[in-house]
């Protein structure tokens, strides 16, 4: 956000990197009341607002756009929050203790409501992390149920993405997930150490990384991030001839490269197959190793 890159260190608070003035230091507000234990991840909103989710203090700690400490939200006693996502004037935090998604309103942190059961239904099991895309729809990556969870706004139930497996579009632990602007969906595995993108209706297109200690490599990948907003800090660092349309960005929890930065984009002159062609292609690719299949019914887990 504005020029930083903010990282959750679970060890002790939320590193700043500068990249204007190309430093690195603490959160500034992070002491006091502001002192966070065990930060796992953070979302900001439009206004620069900070809101960081401390899974030992099971709080949401906030800090306003100066990086100076606010307030913060919650009781560790009711719930156990280990990520957040804000969209227009609610946020959204992942729950993993009562396997649910809590609407708060950002201003108060009051609650709205709760996502992730319905009608004695349970949609979420181990909830770790989430996204929102520009439409308000809800990604929810879920450590047990082995896919993503799609919502609308209110919480009902949409699709899922993925199910357990090894093969192309399964997952065995996915962590992170983001979209971009046009309804891609990229999902961390920590297992496989790579990130597969989606398109939106949940067909995977394609996946990258590996695990590794080398340029572009992941060692227990945790978070995936899209960022429209910083292209020209990166641009010295790709082929001239290379458009960057985005960035993205995955952490890794061990390693010497702990935040590896991709661009997204087209080298001038290349032709790249579509979307669709792409589908196809995987499509073929699982049909000859394993003959026609067809995606799974996807029931929700009755209680």
Known sequence: YNGKIYVADTNATI????????TFKPL???QGLGKLLQPLNLCIDEEGNKYVV?????QVVVFDKNDFYLKAYGSPRDWGPTDCAVFEDRLYVVDIKNAEVHVLDKKTGSLIRKIGKKDNVIYLIKPTNIAIDKDGI??????????IVKFNRDGYFLDTIGRLGTNL???ARPRGVAVDREGRVYVVDAAFDNVQIFDKTGQLLTFFSKYGRGPGDLYLPAKVVIDYDHVKYFKQYADPDFDIEY????????GERLINVYAFGKKRGEKYPTDE??????KKELEKKFGTQKKPEDKPNEQ
């Open 277 to 282: 062609e792409l589908r196809e292609e995987i």
């Open 15 to 22: 590193m700043v990197f500068d990249l204007e003035k190309k």
């Open 247 to 254: 960035l993205v960005f995955v952490s890794s929890q061990f």
């Open 54 to 58: 401390d899974r030992v203090r099971g």
């Open 28 to 30: 500034q507000g992070a």
């Open 169 to 171: 579009g399964h997952f």
């Open 138 to 147: 809800l990604y929810v990556s879920d450590a047990s149920r082995f896919q």
